[in-house]
C-alpha cells in the first residue's frame, strides 16, 4: 500500500504547463476542467509518492526518452471508446467493397500481403471487429455461387487455419493478413493482448458471430501473461458448451452464449492481430498498409496535430491504400492528394496510385 504524502494545491499556472507539456509530447488536448485534472493529478502524485506537482513537471520535462511517465498519468485522464463493431459504415466499406478490390489488385502479387493499421485502437474490440470483417469478407468470396478459384487460402504464419477461413476472389495463392493494433496507454494494450471480454461486450453481435470467433471460459483472466493450459482448458470448454447450445438452442432460439461471463477470442483470429504501444504524435515506422484505421483519434489533437498525423498516415499508406476515418471526421490536409469514395453512405478516403512524390509512394 502506498505512503500518502501530503500534496499542496496545484496552482493555476502549474495545470497549464500540464497541459501544454502532454499537448507538446502526445499531440492531445485535455478538454477536462481544471477541478477535474488537478483531482486527478492529486491521485497520481500520491500513488507515485510524489511530494508536489512541482516534482511531477520536472519529470515530464525531461521525459523525452522515458515515456513511461505520461502514459501512467494518461492512464483514466482520456475518455476511451471502445466497442465491437461501433463504426459499422466503415467495416461494411471494408467488407464488402475495400477487401475484393484489394485482393484483385493483389492477386497478381503472390507475395503481397494484407497489411492494415488500426491507430488508437483503445482495448482491443475495434481491431478484432476489422480482423472479423476481413474474415467474413474472406469467406463470403468463397461462398457457393461466388467468384472464385477455389484455391485460396488465408493465412498469416499461423492465421485462420481451419475450413472456415476464407478465400480471397481473385488471389490466386494464399494471402497472408498482418493487421496491427496501437495505442497510447499500455494498460489498453494489455487488455486487447488477452483478448478477453465481457459477454455484455458482445451484446448485439449475431450468435454466429461470437460462435464463431470466440469461446466461453469460466472466469476472466486477470494477469497480463495468463497460464496457456487454463486458457485452453477453459476454451475447449467454451466450445463443447457452444456445439451443444447450438444443437440445443437451434429450436428455440437460444443464443450459443447465454450463460458466459466472459470471452476468449479464437487463437484463428488472434493470430491475424498485433497489438503494440504507440504515441501517434511520435510514432515509430512500422511499414506500409493497405487500410489504416483512425477513429474518433483526430478530436483529441490541436489542428496543428491533426494535419500532422494525417500527412503521416498519408505516408504511411501503400499506393491505392484506403484510410477510414469517424463520419464527423474531415480531412485537415487539402494538400494531400486523397480521393473521397462512398459506400452504402460511408465516406473513406484512397491514396492514388501514382501519389505526389513529396509524401513518398
Known sequence: MPKLIATSPLLDHELSELRLLIERQTGIILDCPNSALAAHVNEYLESQELASASTLLERLRTSDQDFATFSSLLDGLINTKSGFFRHHGALNALSKQVVPQLCTRKSSDAISPLRIWDAGCATGEETYSIAIAVCDALSQANAPGSNTNGKSSLRNNG?????ASAIAAGCGSALSVHIVGSDLLPRNIEIA????????????????????YFSRISSPINSAEPNPSEVADDAERGENQNRRSSRNGASNGASPVANSAHLLVKPRLRSLVTFNCMNLARPGYIGRFDCIFCMDVLPHFSRAQRIALVERLHLYL?????????????????????????????TYHRKPMAASAAYGR
Open 193 to 212: 493482448d488477452r483478448g478477453v471480454y465481457p459477454q455484455s461486450a458482445l451484446n448485439g453481435l449475431p450468435p454466429a458471430t461470437i460462435r464463431n
Open 318 to 346: 501503400e499506393p491505392g491504400g484506403y484510410l477510414f476515418l469517424s463520419q464527423t471526421e474531415k480531412l485537415l490536409a487539402p494538400n494531400l492528394n486523397f480521393r473521397s469514395e462512398t459506400f452504402d453512405g460511408y
Open 159 to 163: 492465421g485462420i487455419a481451419d475450413s
